[in-house]
């Protein structure tokens, strides 16, 4: 176990809706990277967060954002959703500079209908 | 932009037998790389990591290979048993980035 906990493990949204997942950063790690993982292919960077801010982005939207708390838990939010979002979201907790520390969750499965 | 690719997408093997797990990378300035293991409904899992300056790093029952002058990466398995069985992709990055490039994933069988 890595210590990085996601919820919900599960999850279906309707096209259109928003949806808000969570990610527990391991003990001592501030910052957290989110990830999305299509069937099939390998996590894709989305975004990542330090300090309570945005450190990098991939290329996703702007639908896709983030925030990071002062505990260093972290959530992803994405609004407007479209059928092509269904994937497992990822995120990875590690110490800021310290990149070959990234510990991934066990993920959300999100299906979009 | 990043371009990590593997050679073959799925691999069969017979229990006992060693592993041989292919990776090409594009970009020249990675420098560190890692190769994950993910089970289904899980995460991907640290197996092992090399950092450029390197060419050969062993762990247990692992062996990661690096040739920089031909962008490639391997994974070596020794006496693949069946708990192998997954699909395992490398990731790569530069030592200052903040976020890793994955490819593809190559799916492992070990056949009992």
């Known amino acids: 176990e890595t210590g990085v906990t996601q919820s919900p493990t599960h999850l279906i949204k309707t096209r259109g809706q928003q949806v808000t997942l969570r990610c527990s950063s391991q003990?001592?790690?501030?910052?957290v990277s989110w990830y999305q993982q299509a069937l099939g292919q390998g996590p894709q960077f989305i975004f990542q967060?330090?300090?309570?801010?945005?450190?990098g982005r991939g290329n996703f939207p702007p639908r896709f954002s983030g925030l990071q708390f002062p505990n260093y838990s972290s959530e992803l939010n994405v609004n407007a959703l479209e059928l092509d979002d269904s994937a497992l979201y990822l995120c990875?907790?590690?110490?800021?500079?310290?990149?070959?520390?990234?510990?991934f969750g066990q993920g959300t499965r999100l299906t979009v209908v | 932009g990043e371009s990590v690719g593997l050679h073959l997408p799925t691999l069969s093997v017979q229990e006992g037998d060693n592993s041989i797990i292919n990776c090409a990378y594009s970009?020249?300035?990675?420098?560190?790389f890692i190769w994950y293991k993910q089970e289904s409904g899980k995460g991907p899992q640290f197996i092992i990591d090399?950092?450029?300056?390197?060419d050969k790093r062993q762990g247990q029952r692992v062996t990661v290979l690096l040739n920089k002058t031909v962008k490639h990466l391997s994974l070596q398995i020794a006496a693949t048993q069946p708990g192998d069985s997954a699909v395992y992709f490398c990731?790569?990055?530069?030592?200052?980035?903040?976020?890793?490039?994955f490819g593809t994933g190559t799916s492992l069988t070990v056949i009992p």
């Open positions: 990875a907790s590690s110490l800021r500079g310290a990149v070959y520390e990234a510990f």
């Open positions: 970009n020249s300035a990675s420098d560190y």
């Open positions: 090399i950092r450029s300056n390197m």
């Open positions: 990731a790569e990055n530069t030592n200052t980035g903040n976020q890793f490039y």
């Open positions: 003990s001592g790690h501030n910052t």
């Open positions: 967060y330090y300090r309570e801010e945005e450190n």
